[in-house]
Structure formats: structure tokens, C-alpha cells
């Protein structure tokens, strides 16, 4: 008789039933007796490494050791409070330590009684002059001699919370389970990978794998496990992407555009410098998509002040020279205007029409905009994404380029798609300044083509950047100052974070007064620029400092994408550390960028937080992007990184992590190319399990081509 336990309710499982199972479900997203398997632990407890306590330093890192309860304090919460810590004190023969706990606090109580022992796993830290451990992850102890020599020396310790450890689901039962799980499903595996992909890779097969994740019996037989899961779950999330890419580029017809043009070369002509070699590049290979017949989908990664507005003008003057129009399309309002500006200078030696279209354009201009655009005589149009709204409507849009993608969703760029001449797309390039590791790119843009501008323009002078607390306020001004005599201009930054906007908002005013106050007018003049203003308002400000007319801009993040003003060479970053390391590195390349020496200066609380200090260190460190964006994936390592971007990768990851498994990830993403090559559709013998793994949910996306 064929069961299908695999795919049974979790409930099912002996030893769960319906409560456990509907815990299973909601903390765990466990739904099947299948997902429960390929739920994996997260780490080991292997039973040959304790610790004794007096060999514990407070530099080591993670340490295992067994200890017995001395004492347990908790301090009496204030009244009606609730309690707020607990601490302990364990020992073994050879030391004692505390240990603190801030959460789950019930719980920590009711197991941590005064003579039992445990074994204990956490990091230890440096706390008044002796060493301690925040935390630490609680197991029952390992009993000498009655250990079960058949279970090798490794125990799996898989994530849970504190719900599931109040109802029983401790790490030996999550043990137990997973043994039963095991017996019932192994001979209904399946495995994934057709047999010529194992043995090239030399992977294990899927039922050892699987077996060896849960209950490995030394550490070699762990490794291989581990890799060949993770390899699985790479290579499937890169072989859905590049399917994806290739059914997509050969089924989208794009626009014919052979030529470069008349408009393209007039405009190249006359600029004013020499376009750097990576600019170069990169409009070839966007030139080489828009001749194919295909439609291009091309992601554009550049760091600030790389110079990828330049490259947005030419592109949009190749559709233009084969007779489509383009538009560009930018996150603010503030932005729209900027561009606009500088790509009418651009166009200037040209006679192509470019027009602005945003929010607070006036209705009698909106109106004659959408006759231009209707009737073809506007080629470029600028503006927000009120340029995607249904009213407008192109003649013949050939070319749609999304500056600062991250901030546009999804859905918005589809609208694009709607937006067809003769039932064809227009080609869409989006432009990035975020530099993003490549191993996250792959996976985040993996449907997407990838060009890099990785050489700056000549002449950019590096930035000096430097850290002060508040203590050095009256330096700072007087340094302001003195930049100021010398004719230059200075941003001031205060950080607007979403949590905390009203006091954000309430710091950003008292530090716009007191900076009044530092620079009176005459002769100082100060201008001020946030989200709560006006478009006017803040239009006016802009302005007001782009045009040299004010001497300080005060503001929040706003100008954190784009602005350029070549004349200012000093960023100051209030509360720097309460920003994210790609926030800061944005902010501090809208400096230097004219040929006068720049400097951004972080001013820092007294007391930061031990990763808040790195960043600030690493920023003074390097002006490279990619290598803090790198740096900053790492630190956040898995944890923050995957929780929040997680959310944003097309497939959620069981095992392996975009920001350590880089080289495995390459691999499979070679591998999965190699298997498209010789076979694009799929449709050979061998692949069928490919396309077995691939019809399931999981990596059914939204292509946006799709969505209207
Ligand atoms: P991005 O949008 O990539 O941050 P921009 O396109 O705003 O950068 O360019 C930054 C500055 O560099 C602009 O003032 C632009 O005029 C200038 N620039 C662009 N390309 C070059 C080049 N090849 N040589 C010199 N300056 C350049
Ligand atoms: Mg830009």
C-alpha cells in the first residue's frame, strides 16, 4: 500500500497530535511531516568538547560547559512590575560564573533550581571586572558513561522558542520527533537531484544527507550533509532564476534598436569630459540588449558619484535615435528635479525635447505633457512615479530606466510593462548606488542581467572622514566656518528613523535652532529640508543650497539619494551611529564630488555600541562601497541580515546563508547555468527531477511581467 507520510499533517507524527502540531505550525511555519525533516538544527552539541569553567576566558568565543545551580537570584521586581532579570551562579570543579537572563524568564526559572546541573552554551563577556554569559542556551547534561554510543558524539539543537520549550518541546523531544519523523518517511525520499548532477558534484544522496543532518555520527559526515543541502537549495533558487530569466528573454520580443543615432552622438560629442571606461562598457552592453530582438532587463550597479545619470542620457538617446522615447524615472521629487536639470544640459546640443512630470506639476502643464508624450514630440520624460500613472500614455515608450530601484516596489515597476508599443514592452534598466555583495545580488537580481560601474570619474578626491563626540562641538563649528570663508558649503544630516520619528523630528528642530544660533544671520545663512515640509517649502530650500544661497543644509535622510552640489565638501552626520553602514557611505558621497578637498565628519554619542564603534571605524576606514557593503553583510551576519532581507529573497533559505556560503552559492549558480546550456526547457530524461522540484510552490514567483 503507498502512504504519504511526507506530505501527511504534522499532527500526524507520533508524539505530536493536534496542540503541539498547531504550536509546530505557528512558531515554526511546520505544516507536513516533510517540512519537519527538512527543518534542520542550527547547531551541535558535540559531546567531546566541556569547557571547565576556569578555562574560560572572556575573549573565547562560544563555549560549552556543564555546571551545577549554586544560587539563583531574582532581584524583587518594583512593585506591580514584572521581573525584570534573573541571575545565577553556577560552578564546576574548576570556577564559578554568572549568568545573566533578560527573557523568558518563567522558564529560566522553574529549570534552573539551586543543585541541578546543566549544560550550558553561550559566549562569554567581560562584565564588572569578571567574566560572565548573557543568555546562554540551556541542555540537559551530559551523564558520563550512560552515553548511547550508537548516537555518534553530536546532538542536533534546532531553533525554538520559548512557546514551544513551555509546551514541552524541548531539544531531546525535538530529538525524538525528528528520529520518528525519520524512521516513518526515508524509504518515501525522493531524491531531488538526477544522478548525473550527484556524482559530478560527488554529493551525497538526499536520504544520508538528511539522515546525517539530524543524527551525524562524527564531524566529516556532518560536512558532507551540510553540503550537499545547502548545494540543493542554491542550486534550485539559481536554477528557477535563470529559467526564469531565460523563458523570459526568449519569449518577450523587445524593441529593435540598431542604431545609436543622430541625438546620441551630438550629445557625445559635446561633453564636457571623457566618459570613464567602465561607462563605456556598460553602454555597450546595454546597447548590445536593445539591438537583440530581445527585451532587456538590466540591473545597473554603481556607486555614488560613479556617474550613472550619464549613462541613463545616452541609453535614452539610443531609443531615441531609433525613433521610440524613453523615460526616467526617480524616487523623490527633489531628485526629478535634479535629474532634469542636468540631462537638459546634457540634451542641450541636441534637439530632443525632455519634460518633468511629478506630483506638483500644475495640471495645464500635466495636461500639455500628456499631449507630448501622446503625440511623440517629448522624446525623455523625468519624473516621479506619477510618470506611471494610467493617464499617461506614450506614443512609443522604447525605454524605461528606474533610478534607485530599492525604492520603487515591485508592483510599480510592472505598471511599466503596461506601457507597450504594438503588444511590446519597452526595455527596463534599473539603476542602483547601493552596492550590494555580489553573492546577494546573484540571489536578490538573479532574473535580472548585471552591469557595474567599478572605476569612479578621474579628479575625485578621496574624503577625509572623522569621528567626534560632542565634546568637540565648538571645533567643528569653528571648522564649519572656516570652509565656509573659504566659499564652500556643508551639509548637516540628522537621522530619521521610522520607530522614533517624533523625537527624530523633535532633535532634527532643537539642532536646526542651536545651529541659527552658532551661524547667525547675516552673514550665515542656513537652510532646512524634511519630510514634513511642503513640496514648496522644500523646493525652495533646495534650491536655496544648490544655487550657493545658503551656506548649511540642515536635513533628514532626504538627500540621501542623488542630490549633487559639487561646491559642498563637508558632511556632517548628527547621531552617526544610529545609521546603517550603506546609509552612511550614501551620505558621505554626496561630498567630493567638486575638485575641492571633502570631508564628512560622524558625530557620535559617548557610549555606541561595540558594532555601532566598527562601523563608524570601518567608514573612516575605506571609501569603497562594495567592500563596507561586504563588510556590513558579514557583521550583521545572518541574523539581522537574514531576518530582514530574507524577506526580500525569492525564495526563503533552510540551510544555506547568501552571506556565508558566497563560494557554494557560485557554484551552484555555475552549475545551474551549465545544466540550462545544454538543456533550456528542461525537457530531457535526465532533468526530470528538476522539474519535479521546480513545479513546487515555493518557487512559483510573481513575474512581474505578469502582474497588472
Ligand atoms: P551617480 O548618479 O552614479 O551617483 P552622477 O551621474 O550624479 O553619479 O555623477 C556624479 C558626478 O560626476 C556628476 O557631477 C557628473 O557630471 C560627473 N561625471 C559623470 N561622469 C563623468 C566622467 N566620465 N568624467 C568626469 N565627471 C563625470
Ligand atoms: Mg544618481
Same mark, same amino acid.
Given at each position: 500500500?503507498?502512504?504519504?507520510?511526507?506530505?501527511?499533517?504534522?499532527?500526524?507524527?507520533?508524539?505530536?497530535?493536534?496542540?503541539?502540531?498547531?504550536?509546530?505550525?505557528?512558531?515554526?511555519?511546520?505544516?507536513?511531516?516533510?517540512?519537519?525533516?527538512?527543518?534542520?538544527?542550527?547547531?551541535?552539541?558535540?559531546?567531546?568538547?566541556?569547557?571547565?569553567?576556569?578555562?574560560?576566558?572572556?575573549?573565547?568565543?562560544?563555549?560549552?560547559?556543564?555546571?551545577?545551580?549554586?544560587?539563583?537570584?531574582?532581584?524583587?521586581?518594583?512593585?506591580?512590575?514584572?521581573?525584570?532579570?534573573?541571575?545565577?551562579?553556577?560552578?564546576?570543579?574548576?570556577?564559578?560564573?554568572?549568568?545573566?537572563?533578560?527573557?523568558?524568564?518563567?522558564?529560566?526559572?522553574?529549570?534552573?533550581?539551586?543543585?541541578?546541573?546543566?549544560?550550558?552554551?553561550?559566549?562569554?563577556?567581560?562584565?564588572?571586572?569578571?567574566?560572565?554569559?548573557?543568555?546562554?542556551?540551556?541542555?540537559?547534561?551530559?551523564?558520563?558513561?550512560?552515553?548511547?554510543?550508537?548516537?555518534?558524539?553530536?546532538?542536533?539543537?534546532?531553533?525554538?522558542?520559548?512557546?514551544?520549550?513551555?509546551?514541552?518541546?524541548?531539544?531531546?523531544?525535538?530529538?525524538?520527533?525528528?528520529?520518528?519523523?525519520?524512521?516513518?518517511?526515508?524509504?518515501?525520499?525522493?531524491?531531488?537531484?538526477?544522478?548525473?548532477?550527484?556524482?559530478?558534484?560527488?554529493?551525497?544522496?538526499?536520504?544520508?544527507?538528511?539522515?546525517?543532518?539530524?543524527?551525524?555520527?562524527?564531524?566529516?559526515?556532518?560536512?558532507?550533509?551540510?553540503?550537499?543541502?545547502?548545494?540543493?537549495?542554491?542550486?534550485?533558487?539559481?536554477?528557477?532564476?535563470?529559467?526564469?530569466?531565460?523563458?523570459?528573454?526568449?519569449?518577450?520580443?523587445?524593441?529593435?534598436?540598431?542604431?545609436?543615432?543622430? /541625438?546620441?552622438? +551630438?550629445?557625445?560629442? &559635446? =561633453?564636457?569630459?571623457?566618459? %570613464?571606461? #567602465?561607462?563605456? $562598457?556598460?553602454?555597450?552592453?546595454?546597447?548590445?540588449?536593445?539591438?537583440?530582438?530581445?527585451?532587456?532587463?538590466?540591473?545597473?550597479?554603481?556607486?555614488?558619484?560613479?556617474?550613472?545619470?550619464?549613462?541613463?542620457?545616452?541609453?535614452?538617446?539610443?531609443?531615441?535615435?531609433?525613433?521610440?522615447?524613453?523615460?526616467?524615472?526617480?524616487?523623490?521629487?527633489?531628485?526629478?528635479?535634479?535629474?532634469?536639470?542636468?540631462?537638459?544640459?546634457?540634451? /542641450?546640443?541636441? +534637439?530632443?525635447?525632455? &519634460? =518633468?512630470?511629478?506630483?506638483? %506639476?500644475? #495640471?495645464?502643464? $500635466?495636461?500639455?505633457?500628456?499631449?507630448?508624450?501622446?503625440?511623440?514630440?517629448?522624446?525623455?520624460?523625468?519624473?516621479?512615479?506619477?510618470?506611471?500613472?494610467?493617464?499617461?500614455?506614450?506614443?512609443?515608450?522604447?525605454?524605461?530606466?528606474?533610478?534607485?530601484?530599492?525604492?520603487?516596489?515591485?508592483?510599480?515597476?510592472?505598471?511599466?510593462?503596461?506601457?507597450?508599443?504594438?503588444?511590446?514592452?519597452?526595455?527596463?534598466?534599473?539603476?542602483? /548606488?547601493?552596492?550590494?555583495?555580489?553573492?546577494?545580488?546573484?540571489?536578490?537580481?538573479?532574473?535580472?542581467?548585471?552591469?557595474?560601474?567599478?572605476?569612479?570619474?578621474?579628479?575625485?578626491?578621496?574624503?577625509?572622514?572623522?569621528?567626534?563626540?560632542?565634546?568637540?562641538?565648538?571645533?567643528?563649528?569653528?571648522?564649519?566656518?572656516?570652509?565656509?570663508?573659504?566659499?564652500?558649503?556643508?551639509?548637516?544630516?540628522?537621522?530619521?528613523?521610522?520607530?522614533?520619528?517624533?523625537?527624530?523630528?523633535?532633535?532634527?528642530?532643537?539642532?536646526?535652532?542651536?545651529?541659527?544660533?552658532?551661524?547667525?544671520?547675516?552673514?550665515?545663512?542656513?537652510?532646512?529640508?524634511?519630510?514634513?515640509?511642503?513640496?514648496?517649502?522644500?523646493?525652495?530650500?533646495?534650491?536655496?543650497?544648490?544655487?550657493?544661497?545658503?551656506?548649511?543644509?540642515?536635513?533628514?535622510?532626504?538627500?540621501?539619494?542623488?542630490?549633487?552640489?559639487?561646491?559642498?565638501?563637508?558632511?556632517?552626520?548628527?547621531?552617526?551611529?544610529?545609521?546603517?553602514?550603506?546609509?552612511?557611505?550614501?551620505?558621505?558621497?554626496?561630498?567630493?564630488?567638486?575638485?575641492?578637498?571633502?570631508?564628512?565628519?560622524?558625530?557620535?554619542?559617548?557610549?555606541?555600541?561595540?558594532?555601532?564603534?566598527?562601523?563608524?571605524?570601518?567608514?573612516?576606514?575605506?571609501?569603497?562601497?562594495?567592500?563596507?557593503?561586504?563588510?556590513?553583510?558579514?557583521?550583521?551576519?545572518?541574523?539581522?541580515?537574514?531576518?530582514?532581507?530574507?524577506?526580500?529573497?525569492?525564495?526563503?533559505?533552510?540551510?544555506?546563508?547568501?552571506?556565508?556560503?558566497?563560494?557554494?552559492?557560485?557554484?551552484?549558480?555555475?552549475?545551474?547555468?551549465?545544466?540550462?546550456?545544454?538543456?533550456?526547457?528542461?525537457?530531457?530524461?535526465?532533468?526530470?527531477?528538476?522539474?519535479?522540484?521546480?513545479?513546487?510552490?515555493?518557487?512559483?514567483?510573481?513575474?512581474?511581467?505578469?502582474?497588472?
Amino acid at each position: 500500500m503507498y502512504t504519504d507520510n511526507l506530505n501527511s499533517d504534522i499532527q500526524f507524527l507520533q508524539g505530536v497530535g493536534p496542540k503541539r502540531a498547531a504550536l509546530l505550525k505557528k512558531e515554526l511555519e511546520i505544516e507536513t511531516i516533510g517540512d519537519f525533516i527538512r527543518y534542520y538544527p542550527f547547531r551541535y552539541i558535540d559531546r567531546s568538547t566541556i569547557t571547565p569553567i576556569g578555562e574560560i576566558r572572556s575573549e573565547s568565543a562560544y563555549v560549552q560547559f556543564q555546571a551545577q545551580v549554586l544560587s539563583v537570584n531574582v532581584p524583587a521586581p518594583a512593585s506591580g512590575g514584572k521581573m525584570k532579570r534573573i541571575s545565577a551562579i553556577v560552578g564546576d570543579s574548576s570556577g564559578q560564573m554568572e549568568l545573566v537572563f533578560f527573557k523568558g524568564l518563567k522558564y529560566i526559572q522553574e529549570r534552573l533550581q539551586v543543585g541541578s546541573t546543566w549544560l550550558f552554551f553561550g559566549k562569554p563577556s567581560y562584565f564588572n571586572g569578571r567574566i560572565n554569559m548573557v543568555h546562554p542556551e540551556i541542555d540537559s547534561p551530559i551523564v558520563q558513561g550512560a552515553n548511547d554510543k550508537s548516537s555518534g558524539v553530536m546532538t542536533g539543537v534546532y531553533p525554538s522558542t520559548e512557546k514551544l520549550k513551555n509546551a514541552g518541546i524541548t531539544g531531546k523531544v525535538m530529538n525524538r520527533l525528528m528520529s520518528n519523523a525519520l524512521n516513518l518517511t526515508l524509504p518515501e525520499i525522493k531524491e531531488t537531484l538526477p544522478d548525473y548532477i550527484i556524482r559530478d558534484k560527488g554529493l551525497l544522496p538526499l536520504k544520508t544527507a538528511l539522515l546525517n543532518i539530524h543524527f551525524p555520527k562524527d564531524a566529516y559526515s556532518l560536512d558532507k550533509a551540510t553540503y550537499r543541502l545547502k548545494f540543493e537549495e542554491l542550486f534550485f533558487l539559481q536554477l528557477s532564476l535563470l529559467k526564469q530569466k531565460y523563458v523570459r528573454s526568449r519569449a518577450e520580443q523587445g524593441l529593435p534598436m540598431p542604431k545609436v543615432g543622430k /541625438a546620441f552622438n +551630438d550629445c557625445y560629442n &559635446a =561633453l564636457p569630459y571623457e566618459l %570613464t571606461g #567602465a561607462q563605456k $562598457r556598460v553602454i555597450r552592453e546595454i546597447h548590445t540588449d536593445l539591438k537583440s530582438g530581445h527585451q532587456m532587463n538590466r540591473l545597473l550597479q554603481g556607486d555614488v558619484g560613479s556617474g550613472k545619470t550619464m549613462v541613463a542620457v545616452l541609453s535614452s538617446l539610443i531609443a531615441i535615435g531609433n525613433g521610440y522615447q524613453a523615460c526616467i524615472m526617480a524616487p523623490t521629487e527633489v531628485l526629478s528635479q535634479q535629474h532634469f536639470a542636468n540631462i537638459s544640459k546634457y540634451l /542641450a546640443p541636441t +534637439d530632443v525635447k525632455v &519634460a =518633468l512630470l511629478t506630483g506638483s %506639476t500644475k #495640471a495645464s502643464e $500635466r495636461k500639455k505633457i500628456h499631449q507630448g508624450l501622446l503625440d511623440g514630440s517629448i522624446g525623455i520624460v523625468v519624473g516621479t512615479h506619477a510618470l506611471i500613472e494610467d493617464t499617461v500614455q506614450f506614443k512609443n515608450l522604447g525605454l524605461a530606466i528606474v533610478d534607485e530601484q530599492h525604492r520603487f516596489g515591485v508592483e510599480q515597476r510592472a505598471r511599466l510593462w503596461n506601457k507597450t508599443v504594438g503588444g511590446i514592452p519597452p526595455h527596463v534598466l534599473v539603476m542602483t /548606488a547601493t552596492p550590494i555583495p555580489r553573492t546577494l545580488a546573484m540571489t536578490l537580481y538573479g532574473d535580472l542581467d548585471v552591469s557595474v560601474i567599478d572605476e569612479m570619474p578621474p579628479g575625485r578626491k578621496p574624503v577625509l572622514t572623522m569621528q567626534i563626540t560632542e565634546r568637540r562641538r565648538y571645533a567643528l563649528n569653528k571648522f564649519m566656518k572656516d570652509q565656509i570663508a573659504l566659499g564652500r558649503q556643508v551639509f548637516v544630516v540628522y537621522p530619521l528613523i521610522f520607530e522614533s520619528e517624533k523625537a527624530d523630528y523633535a532633535n532634527l528642530e532643537k539642532g536646526y535652532e542651536k545651529l541659527v544660533e552658532d551661524f547667525p544671520f547675516p552673514p550665515y545663512k542656513v537652510a532646512i529640508v524634511h519630510g514634513k515640509q511642503t513640496n514648496d517649502e522644500k523646493n525652495f530650500n533646495m534650491s536655496a543650497f544648490a544655487g550657493g544661497r545658503a551656506h548649511i543644509l540642515v536635513s533628514t535622510t532626504v538627500i540621501e539619494v542623488g542630490v549633487d552640489v559639487p561646491n559642498a565638501s563637508v558632511m556632517v552626520i548628527e547621531s552617526a551611529e544610529r545609521f546603517g553602514l550603506s546609509q552612511l557611505h550614501q551620505l558621505r558621497g554626496r561630498v567630493g564630488r567638486g575638485s575641492d578637498k571633502s570631508y564628512c565628519v560622524l558625530v557620535r554619542g559617548d557610549k555606541v555600541s561595540k558594532e555601532s564603534a566598527k562601523r563608524l571605524d570601518l567608514l573612516c576606514q575605506t571609501e569603497d562601497g562594495f567592500v563596507l557593503a561586504e563588510e556590513d553583510m558579514k557583521m550583521r551576519g545572518p541574523g539581522d541580515l537574514e531576518g530582514t532581507q530574507q524577506s526580500g529573497l525569492p525564495v526563503s533559505l533552510n540551510i544555506a546563508s547568501v552571506a556565508k556560503d558566497g563560494r557554494i552559492l557560485q557554484d551552484a549558480r555555475d552549475y545551474a547555468e551549465k545544466v540550462l546550456e545544454s538543456d533550456p526547457l528542461l525537457s530531457s530524461q535526465r532533468n526530470e527531477p528538476l522539474v519535479q522540484e521546480l513545479g513546487k510552490d515555493k518557487y512559483r514567483r510573481d513575474d512581474f511581467s505578469n502582474i497588472s
